[in-house]
């Protein structure tokens, strides 16, 4: 850890900080330093860039690792087809093992008491009554991915912890991001921001991402590749980064 705390410090960050705070940071200190509204020194403006975009990089990687196969057969078996995005692991074997996004689907979804997907809706439904930020979570896995909402309103209904709800969310969020379009934070907002719009044409731009970092593995340099592709896409890079000016 003595290696990424210089990292976290770049961000103004302690070890303890996760992925949405090094986001959150990111966007703020990327806004403040970017050479368009940075009202210092060139060089200042143009060194805490590098800096920042370093310390992105790295902690973004650190947090994706556990999440990625230990020995992939292949460069690009991290990456699977997001057009068919489903829930198909293989369960664990009992709760102890559930280590994974997958051994955690299958403990929740294959439970006796919320195996039917009507049920664990109905179920769900009266348990989110008095906690309404439920739902909302549930709202917006499903922009994700419909069996990743319905894994999520499972493992809900399983721990009855509602308070851990949103750890919950984070982890099937950042998860799912990661499997289908790798670890780099930039791409991540990318198809995060396309998947939410709600809509048939953004979904097909985010499904065409993933079939590009499928087929070529992630790109060397992810701010150029997202550039390109928000280009060639005709995505409003401020719509995606921010509104006053970029991230990156």
């Not at 009554?129 to 896995?141: D, G, H, I, T, W």
């Not at 670890?183 to 985010?206: D, F, T």
């Given at each position: 850890?003595?290696?990424?705390t210089?990292?976290?410090?770049v961000?103004?960050?302690?070890?303890?900080a996760?992925?949405?705070?090094?986001?959150?940071?990111?966007?703020?200190?990327?806004?403040?330093?970017?050479?368009?509204?940075?009202?210092?020194?060139?060089?200042?403006?143009?060194?805490?860039?590098?800096?920042?975009?370093?310390?992105?990089?790295?902690?973004?990687?650190?947090?994706?690792?556990?999440?990625?196969?230990?020995?992939?057969?292949?460069?690009?078996?991290?990456?699977e087809?997001?057009?068919?995005?489903?829930?198909?692991?293989?369960?664990?074997?009992?709760?102890?093992?559930?280590?994974?996004?997958?051994?955690?689907?299958?403990?929740?979804?294959?439970?006796?008491?919320?195996?039917?997907?009507?049920?664990?809706?109905?179920?769900?439904?009266?348990?989110?009554?008095?906690?309404?930020e439920?739902?909302?979570?549930?709202?917006?896995?499903a922009?994700?991915?419909v069996?990743?909402?319905?894994?999520?309103?499972?493992?809900?209904?399983?721990?009855?912890?509602q308070?851990?709800?949103?750890?919950?969310?984070?982890?099937?969020?950042?998860s799912?991001?990661?499997?289908?379009?790798?670890?780099?934070?930039?791409?991540q907002l990318?198809?995060?921001?396309?998947?939410?719009?709600?809509?048939?044409?953004e979904?097909?731009?985010?499904?065409?991402?993933?079939?590009?970092?499928k087929?070529?593995?992630?790109?060397?340099?992810?701010?150029?590749?997202?550039?390109?592709?928000?280009?060639?896409?005709?995505?409003?890079?401020s719509?995606?980064?921010?509104?006053?000016?970029?991230?990156?």
């Amino acid at each position: 850890m003595n290696r990424l705390t210089r990292y976290y410090s770049v961000l103004g960050l302690t070890p303890s900080a996760g992925i949405d705070m090094i986001k959150t940071n990111y966007r703020q200190l990327a806004k403040k330093f970017h050479p368009d509204t940075f009202t210092g020194s060139k060089d200042v403006s143009q060194r805490m860039m590098c800096d920042l975009n370093e310390a992105m990089r790295i902690l973004s990687e650190a947090h994706a690792r556990p999440f990625l196969e230990e020995k992939p057969v292949s460069p690009f078996h991290n990456f699977e087809d997001f057009e068919n995005a489903g829930i198909n692991f293989k369960a664990a074997k009992n709760k102890k093992d559930a280590h994974n996004l997958g051994d955690e689907i299958n403990n929740a979804m294959g439970s006796g008491k919320y195996s039917s997907d009507r049920r664990v809706e109905k179920t769900f439904k009266k348990f989110s009554e008095f906690n309404p930020e439920l739902s909302q979570l549930k709202a917006r896995l499903a922009k994700l991915s419909v069996p990743l909402a319905q894994a999520f309103m499972a493992q809900v209904l399983e721990t009855q912890e509602q308070s851990k709800a949103s750890d919950v969310f984070k982890r099937f969020r950042d998860s799912f991001l990661i499997k289908y379009f790798g670890s780099s934070i930039i791409i991540q907002l990318l198809a995060e921001y396309l998947l939410n719009k709600g809509k048939k044409s953004e979904r097909e731009k985010a499904i065409r991402l993933n079939t590009s970092i499928k087929l070529n593995g992630m790109p060397r340099d992810a701010k150029a590749f997202v550039r390109e592709f928000m280009k060639k896409h005709s995505i409003n890079e401020s719509e995606v980064y921010g509104k006053k000016t970029k991230s990156f």
